[in-house]
């Protein structure tokens, strides 16, 4: 059974401060995905093109839930 591992969370503000190319980059590389938080509160989650086409290969459409 493959471990799970607890998703990044990144501030809102990082993206703000115009970090969000550097962000993005650095999770793609990984192949990590992360919540995006607005005052300490999961508002959206980021995930690489690849993890998405996994996901899609593997039968899980984000977008129909």
């Known amino acids: ?3 799970k ?4 969370h990144l501030n809102i503000g990082e993206f ?3 970090q969000s190319s ?3 980059r650095n999770l ?3 192949d990590n995905a ?3 938080q607005k005052n300490g509160k999961p508002i959206a989650v980021v995930i690489s093109y690849e993890r998405y086409e996994r996901l899609l290969k ?3 459409d984000i977008n129909e839930f």
């Open 34 to 36: 992360a919540f995006i």
């Open 58 to 60: 593997s039968g899980i």
């Open 5 to 8: 591992t607890p998703m990044e």
């Open 22 to 24: 550097k962000l993005i």
């Open 16 to 18: 703000n401060r115009g």
């Open 28 to 30: 793609v590389e990984k």
């Open 1 to 3: 059974m493959k471990r």
